[in-house]
């Protein structure tokens, strides 16, 4: 692998962490709430299967109402966290990661790496105990580096949302 190095400065609005990081994908999460809301009403008309029908729809009306209440969503990270509303410089390179930002200086070896994932044309690097990096795939692959950083990334990291027996393989190895 070549040496390479990268910077990115990004600000994030709180509607694109909300993206990024969300529990529901932007491109699916539509077409799920509406058949939850589909079949939670289907549900009122049959008894057997009337509160089913109100379970579902509560849950719907949950997922559209509380993201911006109950605490412990990506929203309410965002606005608790204040480097996340300033523009920040995260580093990558053949060696380290870094993430910099007003009043934050962190750098660490990619053997720090515990999770990364890619998400609405972001990676998102996850070290162990410290802030997450998040890198335009468009910018990554514009300076010809994408590649490089996404080996370094299965490397180090276990993809996020990859089956166990994969990662208790990795971790042996």
């Not at 990096?133 to 692959?141: D, G, T």
């Amino acid at each position: 692998m070549k040496s390479f190095t990268h910077e990115q400065k990004t600000k994030l609005s709180q509607e694109e962490y909300v993206a990024i990081t969300g529990l529901m994908d932007r491109k699916t999460r539509p077409w799920r709430i509406v058949l939850a809301l589909m079949l939670g009403l289907a549900g009122l008309f049959w008894a057997y299967t009337f509160i089913l029908g109100i379970l579902l729809l509560a849950t719907v009306a949950l997922v559209l109402f509380a993201p911006r209440l109950l605490p412990g969503t990506a929203a309410e990270k965002y606005r608790n966290t204040a480097y996340l509303r300033h523009e920040i410089t995260y580093h990558v390179s053949g060696q380290n990661l870094a993430v910099t930002g007003p009043e934050l200086h962190c750098q660490f070896g990619w053997e720090n790496l515990r999770v990364w994932r890619e998400r609405e044309d972001w990676l998102i690097l996850s070290p162990m105990a410290l802030p997450y990096l998040y890198l335009s795939v468009r910018l990554l692959k514009d300076a010809g580096v994408y590649d490089d950083v996404l080996a370094l990334a299965r490397q180090h990291g276990v993809e996020f949302g990859a089956p166990k027996s994969k990662i208790v393989k990795e971790q042996i190895a």
